[in-house]
Every structure is written in structure tokens, then in C-alpha cells.
């Protein structure tokens, strides 16, 4: 009797795990593995070749999408969109004959705490079509120290990623809470400062483009330890801060007085209140960014303070505003919320006067109706609720939220 054998290999039935029978050929576990090796090998060195494929977004169109979420801020939106677009294309640049290189622009952002730095960032993320991460630069510490070392920043986008180096190194990060690495003085730090200047310089290379070995799993580096090598040359980096006092530093360039106008300082006097719309790279450095930094986040914006019509749009107009949220959690205890004209005015009013921006509206919303939210859920009587004017403001002056001091 003959024995059944593989037709690739030709070993016999016996001296193999499995042997999977076809109409005239069998082929055993072995030769199987090694088929399926030698196809993924070819997929990726096809992958690799070639240019990847976005499906390109335009400005106008990232911006339409942002402004249904994001009220006003309409110059951070056309900075943002356009770097990403062109960050897109740059990935996209065929190597010609004159051998232009496109270099990346990174960005910093700065705007007041509550102006939509982040949320902008994160809005961004819902679109995009390439791994993104947000990283909180209070926590980083330069190497050796407690705290994160830079390259953890990476190891987030390589989550993001789900571990495929290949997208990782086309993301895009955003560096949030960029003014607390600032240096304590424009001058350079005599004794060490392994949370401000030298967290500074160890971002250097990362901004401007290097391989950078990235523990896997995040935490410290050990020499046991298995390294992913990730390339930032093709990463855009977005940093944001709100740069609390270098309105102070913009003030004194421009010579602004604090009081009272004159014929050449009128205009800017009366946009005292709005002076970060002045900032720029000489601002940075004042602050305590050393100027190795700002040199590789070449693109600056800012944000606008959010003013009450603003605060007012941001309650009501957005996909996802507060009234809707609320109304909402509502619905699903079979109640009708309502906000009228004059609690929404009372609301911003006080959001305006605590000085919070947009944060301090959701702080205020729930010091009004968490009363509400503790007793409907145990009373079903109850279909419809209206919050005026007189109802927010008893529940607000009766709220801990009261008590803070008012700058």
C-alpha cells in the first residue's frame, strides 16, 4: 500500500503534525508555515515600495468639519488644517529630478487655559487617517530621572498604531502643556533642570527628525529590554500651552501702557485684552522656550479668549454642545430638559467672571442641575424640566462654586 506524502516536500504522513489533502495533492503543516511566510514577505516588501495612500483631505473641508464641533478660533483652524494637508502631501512627494525636499512644519499653539487647544487636537483626530496621540509634557523628565523619558511620547503613537512602525512613522502627536517645560529664566540654567531645559533639549532631535529607540510597553529603558526603532522624520508634531504671563513679555515689546492712551499705541491698547494675537518667536524665548526649540516648531498660532457670544455658541451650537448632553442624559429618564434664553445668559455670565473659558462652563452647568439629576432618576412624576434664570441662579448660589474667591 502506498504512503500518502506531501507533494511540496515529500515527506511521508507520519512524520508530520498535519497533512491537508486536495483533489490530487497534499501539502503538510510545514510547507504550509513556510507558504505563508514567504506570501507576508512579499506583501510587505510591495507595501514598502510604494507611496502610501491617503485619501487627502482639503483645508475647507477639515475646517468645515471642525466647525462643527469647535466654535469661532477660525486662524488656529486654517494653521492646523493647512499643515495637515500639507503634511499629507509631503508624504506623498515623489522624488524628482531637482531634488526639492519638503521639510515638515511643526506647530505650536497658545491660547489661554479653556480656549479649545486640545479639543481642537482631538476634533482633528476623528478625521484623520493616520495614527495620532496626545502627550502630556508635565511628566517628562530627562533620562535617568523619575518621570517619563521623550521617547514615551512615542510609544503612545505606536499604540495608536496598534504596533505597525510603518503608520507610526507617518502620525501626527500633539504635545499638550508645552509652557511647563519652560525655564525658570532667560538665561541658560546653570544647575540642572531635568523637568524644564532638559526636558527642552531632549526633544530637539525628536521635533527635527531621527531614529529613536522606543520601549514597547512605555516606562524606563533597561539594556535587556526589546527596542522598536522609530523614525520621526516623516511625524508632525503639534504643541499647545497656555503660556500663563507672556502677555507680560508681548506688553513690554510692543510698549504698551497698562493705563490710558496715546497716539501711537491707541490700536493696540485697545486690544489689550487679546495681546497673545501679537506673539511671536522673541515672546517664546522670553518665556523660558530656548531658542534650539522654537527653531523646530516653525509655524506659531493663537488662540482667541472666548467672549460671551462665544461661550453662548459653545453651549448650544456645537454636534456635541452642553445643552445637548444634557438634554440627553435626560431623555433616557424619560424627561424633556429645557434651558431658556436667561439661564444660558446667567451661565456665561459667570464663566466670564471666574475667568475659565470654556471648562468653566461645564463646572457651572453642573452645580445647577445636579440636584435635578439626584432626584428624577428616583421620581418618575416628573417629564419636563425648565431652567430659568431665577432656578439656575438659586442653584448656583447655594453651590461650593459660590464660594471661590473671584480674581
Not at 254 to 282: C, E, I, K, W
Not at 368 to 387: C, N, Q, R
Amino acid at each position: 500500500m502506498a504512503q500518502t506524502t506531501c507533494s511540496f516536500c515529500g515527506r511521508n504522513k507520519k512524520d508530520v503534525d498535519l497533512l491537508v489533502s486536495g483533489i490530487s495533492a497534499h501539502i503538510c503543516n510545514l510547507c504550509i508555515e513556510q507558504a505563508f511566510e514567504i506570501v507576508g514577505e512579499d506583501k510587505k516588501n510591495k507595501n514598502s515600495s510604494s507611496k502610501p495612500a491617503f485619501n487627502l483631505k482639503k483645508p475647507k473641508e477639515l475646517t468645515q468639519y471642525l466647525d462643527q464641533y469647535v466654535i469661532g478660533q477660525e486662524d488656529a483652524k486654517k494653521v492646523l488644517t493647512v499643515a495637515v494637508y500639507n503634511h499629507y502631501k509631503r508624504l506623498q512627494q515623489k522624488q524628482e529630478a531637482d531634488e526639492v525636499t519638503i521639510e515638515k512644519s511643526n506647530i505650536i499653539l497658545v491660547g489661554d487655559t479653556g480656549t479649545g487647544k486640545t479639543y481642537l487636537a482631538k476634533t482633528l483626530a476623528k478625521i484623520l487617517e493616520v495614527p495620532f496621540c496626545i502627550a502630556d509634557a508635565t511628566v517628562l523628565t530627562e533620562a535617568g530621572y523619575v518621570g517619563e523619558d521623550v521617547e514615551s511620547i512615542l510609544t503612545r503613537l505606536l499604540q495608536a498604531a496598534d504596533y505597525k512602525v510603518e503608520d507610526a512613522e507617518r502620525g501626527i502627536v500633539y504635545i499638550d502643556e508645552l509652557d511647563k517645560i519652560a525655564r525658570k529664566s532667560d538665561n541658560p540654567s546653570i544647575t540642572r533642570d531635568v523637568s524644564g531645559e532638559g526636558v527642552q533639549q531632549a526633544l530637539l532631535k525628536l521635533l527635527e527628525g531621527t531614529v529613536v529607540n522606543v520601549p514597547p510597553q512605555g516606562g524606563r529603558k533597561h539594556p535587556d529590554q526589546k527596542m522598536i526603532a522609530v523614525n520621526t522624520e516623516n511625524i508632525l508634531f503639534i504643541c499647545g500651552g497656555a503660556f500663563d504671563g507672556i502677555a507680560r513679555h508681548i506688553g513690554k515689546r510692543l510698549h504698551t501702557q497698562p493705563m490710558g492712551f496715546n497716539s501711537s499705541t491707541a490700536s493696540l491698547t485697545a486690544d489689550r485684552d487679546n495681546l497673545l494675537q501679537y506673539v511671536t518667536a522673541q515672546d517664546l524665548k522670553a518665556f523660558g522656550l530656548i531658542p534650539e526649540l522654537i527653531g523646530r516648531l516653525p509655524v506659531l498660532t493663537h488662540l482667541d479668549p472666548l467672549h460671551k457670544d462665544t461661550l453662548k455658541r459653545i453651549l448650544t451650537e456645537p454636534k456635541n454642545a452642553l445643552v445637548k448632553q444634557y438634554a440627553k442624559l435626560m431623555a433616557m429618564e424619560g424627561v424633556t430638559l429645557t434651558f431658556e434664553e436667561g439661564a444660558l445668559d446667567f451661565i456665561v455670565e459667570k464663566a466670564v467672571e471666574y475667568n475659565l473659558g470654556a471648562r468653566g462652563l461645564r463646572s457651572i452647568c453642573e452645580a445647577i442641575v445636579t440636584d435635578a439629576m439626584y432626584d428624577i432618576p428616583s421620581d418618575s412624576s416628573i417629564t419636563t424640566l425648565v431652567i430659568d434664570e431665577a432656578y439656575a441662579r438659586s442653584k448656583f448660589d447655594t453651590s461650593k462654586f459660590k464660594q471661590l474667591q473671584v480674581a
